[in-house]
C-alpha cells in the first residue's frame, strides 16, 4: 500500500476501508481524491466480497477541512464571467457524483467524521447510511468567508434540520460540534475517538450476510454498542441556542435576517463570532443561500446537485470567489474588498444569473 497515494484502500475481512491521506492538508480534498475514491466506491459496490464500506481520514485531526479552494482559485483566473470553467466544472462534478454515490449507496458505508469536518467533508459524510462523530468533532459550511455558498448537498440537508438552523449555519458559518450534528440530523451516533481502531476491528470480525438490509442492521447494533451516553458528550451549542436562532431569523426578507443577525448585542461569544462572520463575508453569498433554500425545498436530491453545479461554476468565475480566496487563503490579510460590497447593492437579476446553466446542451449531471 502506497502510504504517498492522497487515498489509501484496505481490505478488513469484509469491510473495505478508505482514508483520505493528506493530513498536512487535513485532508482537503483535491480532484485525484476525489476520482480515486469515486471509482473505488464504483468497484466495491460490484464486489460481493466487500459487505460494508468505511470511510476515514489520516490522523486525528480532521476527516476532511473542506476542497481544494487554492486549485480552483488559479483556475478560475485564467477564466472570466464568459469563460467556459472546464477545470471547476470537472471538479464540481466528480466531487458531487461522489456525494450522490454515497447518498445513493446500496451497501452500508460508515464515515468516521472525528476532528475537522467542513465542506466537502460534510459532503462525504451527509449521505452516509452510518455517521458517526466523537468528542472532537467539528463541523461547518463556511463558504460565505471566500463568497461561495454551501454546496455538496448543503441545500438539501441545510432545508432539513430543524426550524430555521440550517439558514443561520449556512449565513454565518458557524462551527457546531457532534453532539450540534446528532441534533440536525447530519450523524447518528457519538463514539469516542479513541475508539476508532477498535470499531473498525469490531466491525472486520462480524459475520455478514448476502442480503444488504441485514447488513446495515449488523452494523447499526455494532455501533450501538459504543456509543457515549448523554454525560459523556459535549453539551448541543445549536440545542441551547435555538429559541434564540428562531428569532434572530424570523423575518420574511433575508435584509431582515441578516440585520438582526450582525446586530446581536449580548454577551454569547459563540452569536458574537456568528454575527461577526456573517457580517465580514460576502453580500452575495447570504442572497444565493435564501435563494438556494427557497428553490431546493421541493427538489429531489439529484436535482439539488444539478443546481448546485452550475452555482458552483458559476460563482467561482464571480468576482467575490476571488477575492474571498485572495483574502483569506492567498494574501491572507482578511481584509476582503468585496464588490459590489453591501447586500442592497446587489440586484435580483445579478442573483438570478448566478442559477443559470453555464453549458450548452447536456447538463454534467444529466444521468443522476
Not at 468528542?135 to 441545510?158: C, K, Q
Not at 449565513?171 to 476508532?196: E, P, S
Not at 480566496?325 to 468585496?338: E, N, T
Amino acid at each position: 500500500m502506497d502510504q504517498d497515494f492522497p487515498v489509501l484502500f484496505s481490505r478488513r475481512g469484509a469491510v473495505a476501508v478508505a482514508t483520505l491521506n493528506l493530513p498536512k492538508a487535513l485532508n482537503a480534498l483535491n480532484l485525484q481524491m476525489i476520482e480515486r475514491l469515486c471509482a473505488q466506491l464504483d468497484a466495491w459496490a460490484r464486489d460481493d466480497t466487500v459487505a460494508v464500506v468505511w470511510i476515514d481520514g489520516s490522523g486525528d485531526r480532521a476527516l476532511c477541512a473542506g476542497g481544494d479552494v487554492v486549485t480552483l482559485y488559479q483556475q478560475s483566473a485564467s477564466y472570466g464571467e464568459t469563460g467556459d470553467g472546464r477545470y471547476n466544472t470537472e471538479f464540481f462534478s466528480c466531487e458531487y457524483r461522489l456525494d450522490y454515490t454515497i447518498h445513493t449507496y446500496s451497501k452500508p458505508v460508515v464515515v468516521w467524521g472525528g476532528g475537522i469536518v467542513m465542506g466537502g467533508g460534510i459532503g462525504i459524510m451527509a449521505g452516509a447510511s452510518h455517521r458517526i462523530v466523537t468528542e472532537t468533532t467539528r463541523m461547518a459550511m463556511p463558504e460565505i468567508t471566500i463568497g461561495l455558498f454551501p454546496d455538496v448537498g448543503g441545500s438539501w440537508f441545510l432545508n432539513r434540520m430543524p426550524g430555521r438552523l440550517g439558514l443561520f449555519l449556512g449565513l454565518t458559518g458557524a462551527q457546531f460540534n457532534g453532539a450540534d450534528a446528532l441534533f440536525v440530523g447530519l450523524a447518528d451516533r457519538m463514539i469516542a475517538q479513541d475508539q476508532r481502531d477498535t470499531v473498525l476491528e469490531t466491525l472486520a470480525a462480524l459475520a455478514f450476510a448476502q442480503g444488504v438490509d441485514a447488513n446495515h442492521e449488523t452494523v447499526s447494533d455494532c455501533l450501538k454498542t459504543f456509543e457515549l451516553v448523554s454525560l459523556q458528550r459535549p453539551e448541543s451549542v445549536l440545542w441551547e441556542h435555538y429559541d434564540q436562532i428562531q428569532q434572530l431569523t424570523d423575518f420574511s426578507s433575508l435584509p431582515a435576517v441578516c440585520t438582526a443577525i450582525r446586530s446581536y448585542q449580548g454577551g454569547d461569544k459563540w452569536l458574537q463570532r456568528s454575527a461577526s462572520t456573517l457580517a465580514g463575508g460576502s453580500p452575495l453569498t447570504p442572497w444565493i443561500i435564501w435563494e438556494q433554500l427557497r428553490r431546493a425545498r421541493h427538489r429531489s436530491l439529484a436535482d439539488v446537485f444539478r443546481m448546485e453545479l452550475a452555482l458552483a461554476v458559476n460563482l467561482c468565475a464571480s468576482g467575490h470567489f476571488k477575492e474571498g480566496v485572495r483574502a483569506l487563503l492567498i494574501d491572507k490579510d482578511r481584509a476582503p474588498q468585496w464588490q459590489p460590497a453591501s447586500l442592497e447593492e446587489i440586484s435580483p437579476e445579478q442573483v438570478a444569473r448566478c442559477f443559470d446553466s453555464p453549458w450548452y446542451g447536456e447538463h454534467p449531471l444529466a444521468d443522476l
